[in-house]
């Protein structure tokens, strides 16, 4: 018996569809780890500064050596992850106004602290609080996906990072971090963006390309037209013209596949 050519077509559209929804769902399996780093991170930051603040003093930059141990872990643990680390509020230390518990490892795959130049008089970077990978959790007060960018006050590689707000009695305290090179995540997506049977690209909350199977849509560049936050915060997949977008759930990233 031959099926109607409507039929056949509703077959084809669900078996994208169930394409997509994988592809999203690994994608998100996968970003979704290093998000456990970060919480990790956060937990033992913020039982830190507890733990200060109830010997009746404010935190200096020697407290947040207690946190090398688990950023050590961590890195060692994730091969996705290249830095790692808890970046203060300004004004959260005594002794310096600012500060980057940070760590990182090499191309030979060494750990090392990151001990940046954060003198306003001689850094341009002295001032990382208007930078998304900060800013967002700050103002937000929720979990965030910044870039790709070129990581200028980390690693100058191509990079996303994965952040999160530390709070303390309310209080924002300053943002746990993740450090992937945009390298090693193509490693990772590509090869799952490849088996779409559309165009496909991943972006983040503001529409930047984080990785691209796409040639019209190059990682870096801008998405415009969809409004991605709406699509993550629905959180189910919707038709934006000849586009598809299907939200990584649980990971602020969306999956762009061309349709038409």
Do not use: K
């Amino acid at each position: 018996m031959s099926q109607s050519p409507g039929l056949v077509g509703d077959a084809a559209t669900t078996s994208a569809g169930s394409a997509e929804e994988g592809v999203s769902a690994q994608v998100a399996r996968r970003l979704e780890a290093v998000f456990d780093s970060v919480a990790e991170t956060c937990a033992d930051t913020a039982e830190l500064l507890v733990r200060v603040a109830a010997e009746g003093r404010r935190p200096v930059t020697a407290d947040l050596a207690a946190l090398r141990p688990g950023l050590h872990l961590r890195l060692a643990r994730d091969e996705l992850v290249s830095g790692a680390g808890f970046i203060t509020a300004p004004g959260l230390l005594t002794d310096v106004p600012a500060w980057l518990e940070w760590w990182q490892t090499s191309a030979e795959g060494v750990l090392r602290p990151l001990l940046p130049d954060l003198d306003p008089g001689r850094s341009a970077y002295s001032d990382y609080t208007h930078w998304d990978w900060f800013a967002l959790p700050r103002d937000a007060g929720r979990r965030a996906l910044s870039g790709p960018y070129v990581d200028y006050l980390c690693s100058d590689e191509y990079s996303l990072t994965l952040s999160a707000p530390v709070r303390v009695a309310g209080r924002f305290a300053g943002v746990a971090a993740a450090d992937v090179y945009l390298r090693h995540f193509e490693a990772v997506v590509l090869p799952l963006l490849r088996r779409l049977p559309g165009p496909a690209h991943l972006v983040n909350a503001r529409g930047r390309v984080a990785a691209s199977a796409d040639p019209a849509h190059l990682a870096g560049s801008l998405t415009r037209g969809p409004d991605f936050t709406a699509v993550l915060e629905r959180g189910r997949a919707q038709m934006c013209g000849a586009t598809r977008l299907v939200p990584c759930r649980g990971v602020p990233l969306v999956l762009v596949v061309a349709t038409g």
